[in-house]
């Protein structure tokens, strides 16, 4: 039983690292980022004598820092901490509870805090704002002295002098014990350019060397080439410790160590070292490592704190509902939903879970209570989420309208293109801050819809008004009229014109049929709809260039080529005056093809009437 609770505190130390698929790392090393590492020797030592399983992505980080608590667990492990005879963490309930020390850590502190390797006062370092706090390593050499003298049978002195270039900042109360730690050869004086850097945090890598030299003066080493007589492998066999563990699998990482990482039925994180001769089932059918996916349920048996057997069984379900919250946990992560039958349930969210918010990848935390949700779950482990937003904003400019009877608005969005929005019964309908209705809403006006759960449920409207000034270049009549205006900037644009326009020609009240083309307008237009028109009978005249390429001589009409390449046709009256380069009055008969000439004139139904053409080149 002692083995077991070793397993599990040391596994809520370790960063699950969750995937989808098996990963593989080379054969040869216990973990994979530690070799041509100073601290390799040492730190597999520590592994074998179960005093640190690492991480479960089979790496044990030797380079990176290490918190106050982790430390305290790896020497409550090597001093032999068994959680069945060493329990002793309600004497210390109300100042853990203080100190805000996780579950996780409270037996082998209250352990090591009945042993006398940790002071009360030490608690105040451990935790800071509700992390835990990286070890200094003075902190560390308080720990080792107090192990080196309780559990070694080791002495400090009273006089001595250490070293160390910085021996002045080594707090009175720590020195003893570097002292004593450099004389058992724990320290090395020489190392970091022979100082001993107190407030500096440690790292794992020189913690693994620090507690793997301490075992060997407590006489706990483990060698893993040294002989056992038969005798000692009967007793060993005979002491076999066989556990049975159900869960749901959240990871597996294959290599020379291979690991296994679960979720108990208290949902708690574990992590178990697999045997090289591991059996392996799926739904009954013989299967490997590798076959084995985050999210199925399995049995382990474990011997001797090894998987020898796995049982697997696929259990996926697809569940439909409504988010309710999402909880970030030091250990795990977990998603509340309201199902479809209106009852709250909750499942972990491990790393690497394919998180999805309207069709974009996204994180739970962007979330927001009511959204649609779906999940893909084994048990109660989320392998996928899928959701929608509970509320939709689209903004944009209408394109096109329904009908009163099909009442609907296609809207151009920067974001999306195209949408489209109906317009649902009892949705409320704002123009310029008004109460308004579907037959006001125009196409150019721009809206921001609101929709709940697609339904629309309030749009605003922006009428947007503008003025445009130019040439009437075409007029179109019936049902629906048209005007086609091209501006001062030769941008040809159709207005529509409908029975509320307001017509005025020299400030006369007008209709459609008086205008004409040529005339010089002013339109006012609110959101595409004209509201005026406002032109003189007088037109003025325009001014045409290009290249002469034809001449119908009888009918009196030239075919020009004009400046931006575009060919028209100009007629000719007997009232056209013709002028040539030097201003010498000319006649029809004097035009050739190739002439560059300047006309003035205007169009009357479609058809462009000269009447005056000068030679700006002759041909």
Same mark, same amino acid.
Request: negative net charge; glycine residues 6%.
């Given at each position: 039983?002692?083995?077991?609770?070793?397993?599990?505190?040391?596994?809520?130390?370790?960063?699950?690292?969750?995937?989808?698929?098996?990963?593989?790392?080379?054969?040869?090393?216990?973990?994979?980022?530690?070799?041509?590492?100073?601290?390799?020797?040492?730190?597999?030592?520590?592994?074998?004598?179960?005093?640190? !399983?690492?991480?479960? #992505?089979?790496? $044990?980080? @030797? %380079? /990176?820092? =290490?918190?106050?608590? &982790?430390?305290?667990?790896? +020497? *409550?492990?090597?001093?032999?901490?068994?959680?069945?005879?060493?329990?002793?963490?309600?004497?210390?309930?109300?100042?853990?509870?203080?100190?805000?020390?996780?579950?996780?850590?409270?037996?082998?502190?209250?352990?090591?805090?009945?042993?006398?390797?940790?002071?009360?006062?030490?608690?105040?370092?451990?935790?800071?704002?509700?992390?835990?706090?990286?070890?200094?390593?003075?902190?560390?050499?308080?720990?080792?002295?107090?192990?080196?003298?309780?559990?070694?049978?080791?002495?400090?002195?009273?006089?001595?002098?250490?070293?160390?270039?910085?021996?002045?900042?080594?707090?009175?109360?720590?020195?003893?014990?570097?002292?004593?730690?450099?004389?058992?050869?724990?320290?090395? !004086?020489?190392?970091? #350019?022979?100082? $001993?850097? @107190? %407030? /500096?945090? =440690?790292?794992?890598? &020189?913690?693994?060397?620090? +507690? *793997?030299?301490?075992?060997?003066?407590?006489?706990?080493?483990?060698?893993?080439?040294?002989?056992?007589?038969?005798?000692?492998?009967?007793?060993?066999?005979?002491?076999?410790?066989?556990?049975?563990?159900?869960?749901?699998?959240?990871?597996?990482?294959?290599?020379?160590?291979?690991?296994?990482?679960?979720?108990?039925?208290?949902?708690?994180?574990?992590?178990?070292?697999?045997?090289?001769?591991?059996?392996?089932?799926?739904?009954?059918?013989?299967?490997?490592?590798?076959?084995?996916?985050?999210?199925?349920?399995?049995?382990?048996?474990?011997?001797?704190?090894?998987?020898?057997?796995?049982?697997?069984?696929?259990?996926?379900?697809?569940?439909?509902?409504?988010?309710?919250?999402?909880?970030?946990?030091?250990?795990?992560?977990?998603?509340?939903? =309201?199902?479809?039958?209106?009852?709250?349930?909750?499942?972990?969210?491990?790393?690497?879970?394919?998180?999805?918010?309207?069709?974009?990848?996204?994180?739970?935390?962007?979330?927001?209570?009511?959204?649609?949700?779906?999940?893909?779950?084994?048990?109660?482990?989320?392998?996928?989420?899928?959701?929608?937003?509970?509320?939709?904003?689209?903004?944009?400019?209408?394109?096109?309208?329904?009908?009163?009877?099909?009442?609907?608005?296609?809207?151009?969005?920067?974001?999306?293109?195209?949408?489209?929005?109906?317009?649902?019964?009892?949705?409320?309908?704002?123009?310029?801050?008004?109460?308004?209705?579907?037959?006001?809403?125009?196409?150019?006006?721009?809206?921001?819809?609101?929709?709940?759960?697609?339904?629309?449920?309030?749009?605003?409207?922006?009428?947007?008004?503008?003025?445009?000034?130019?040439?009437?270049?075409?007029?179109?009549?019936?049902?629906?009229?048209?005007?086609?205006?091209?501006?001062?900037?030769?941008?040809?644009?159709?207005?529509?014109?409908?029975?509320?326009?307001?017509?005025?020609?020299?400030?006369?009240?007008?209709?459609?049929?008086?205008?004409?083309?040529?005339?010089?307008?002013?339109?006012?237009?609110?959101?595409?709809?004209?509201?005026?028109?406002?032109?003189?009978?007088?037109?003025?005249?325009?001014?045409?260039?290009?290249?002469?390429?034809?001449?119908?001589?009888?009918?009196?009409?030239?075919?020009?080529?004009?400046?931006?390449?575009?060919?028209?046709?100009?007629?000719?009256?007997?009232?056209?005056?013709?002028?040539?380069?030097?201003?010498?009055?000319?006649?029809?008969?004097?035009?050739?093809?190739?002439?560059?000439?300047?006309?003035?004139?205007?169009?009357?139904?479609?058809?462009?009437?000269?009447?005056?053409?000068?030679?700006?080149?002759?041909?």
């Amino acid at each position: 039983m002692g083995q077991k609770r070793r397993i599990i505190i040391t596994v809520m130390l370790i960063l699950i690292l969750i995937t989808n698929s098996v990963v593989v790392y080379a054969d040869g090393l216990i973990f994979t980022d530690i070799e041509g590492h100073w601290a390799r020797g040492y730190i597999e030592k520590i592994y074998n004598m179960k005093i640190t !399983s690492g991480y479960a #992505d089979a790496t $044990f980080r @030797p %380079n /990176n820092s =290490i918190t106050g608590l &982790e430390t305290i667990v790896m +020497i *409550a492990n090597l001093l032999g901490f068994d959680e069945d005879l060493h329990n002793y963490v309600d004497e210390y309930s109300e100042i853990f509870s203080e100190h805000d020390i996780p579950a996780w850590a409270k037996s082998r502190l209250a352990y090591l805090m009945v042993e006398e390797i940790i002071e009360k006062e030490e608690l105040d370092g451990l935790r800071v704002n509700g992390a835990s706090r990286n070890a200094k390593r003075v902190e560390v050499a308080n720990f080792i002295g107090r192990v080196l003298v309780n559990h070694a049978d080791k002495s400090t002195r009273m006089t001595f002098s250490l070293p160390y270039k910085d021996a002045m900042i080594i707090p009175s109360e720590t020195s003893p014990y570097v002292d004593l730690m450099l004389r058992e050869g724990i320290l090395n !004086s020489a190392s970091n #350019d022979g100082k $001993f850097l @107190p %407030n /500096n945090e =440690i790292i794992r890598a &020189e913690v693994a060397k620090i +507690i *793997a030299n301490t075992a060997k003066l407590l006489n706990e080493e483990v060698d893993e080439d040294q002989d056992i007589d038969q005798d000692e492998k009967e007793e060993q066999q005979e002491e076999e410790k066989i556990e049975t563990i159900e869960g749901v699998l959240s990871g597996v990482i294959i290599a020379n160590r291979s690991i296994l990482t679960l979720f108990d039925d208290v949902n708690k994180q574990l992590l178990f070292d697999v045997h090289k001769d591991v059996e392996v089932l799926i739904d009954g059918e013989e299967a490997g490592l590798e076959d084995l996916v985050k999210g199925q349920i399995v049995h382990l048996v474990i011997i001797n704190g090894q998987i020898k057997e796995i049982e697997a069984e696929e259990n996926k379900e697809a569940i439909d509902g409504f988010f309710r919250k999402f909880i970030r946990g030091t250990t795990r992560n977990v998603l509340s939903i =309201i199902g479809e039958n209106g009852t709250s349930q909750t499942y972990i969210i491990p790393d690497g879970t394919i998180i999805m918010l309207n069709y974009r990848e996204d994180s739970l935390a962007n979330f927001e209570e009511g959204d649609v949700i779906k999940i893909i779950a084994n048990a109660d482990f989320v392998l996928e989420v899928e959701g929608t937003s509970k509320m939709k904003y689209v903004e944009g400019t209408i394109t096109a309208k329904g009908t009163l009877a099909n009442p609907y608005i296609e809207v151009a969005t920067e974001e999306n293109g195209e949408v489209i929005v109906v317009i649902e019964e009892g949705a409320r309908l704002i123009r310029d801050g008004r109460t308004t209705t579907f037959a006001q809403i125009r196409v150019s006006d721009e809206i921001k819809a609101e929709l709940e759960y697609e339904k629309l449920i309030r749009l605003n409207v922006s009428t947007v008004r503008r003025e445009v000034e130019g040439l009437i270049r075409r007029i179109v009549i019936g049902e629906n009229s048209f005007l086609m205006v091209e501006t001062r900037d030769g941008i040809r644009e159709e207005f529509e014109i409908t029975e509320n326009t307001s017509i005025r020609i020299d400030d006369r009240a007008s209709e459609i049929y008086d205008l004409r083309l040529s005339f010089d307008v002013e339109l006012k237009i609110e959101s595409n709809e004209v509201m005026s028109v406002i032109t003189s009978a007088e037109i003025d005249p325009e001014i045409i260039r290009g290249e002469i390429t034809f001449i119908h001589e009888d009918i009196g009409e030239i075919e020009i080529t004009k400046d931006d390449g575009t060919v028209m046709q100009v007629s000719v009256t007997s009232k056209t005056i013709y002028i040539g380069e030097v201003g010498e009055r000319l006649t029809f008969r004097k035009l050739n093809v190739g002439d560059e000439i300047s006309i003035r004139g205007n169009s009357n139904r479609g058809v462009f009437i000269a009447d005056r053409i000068i030679i700006d080149r002759a041909n």
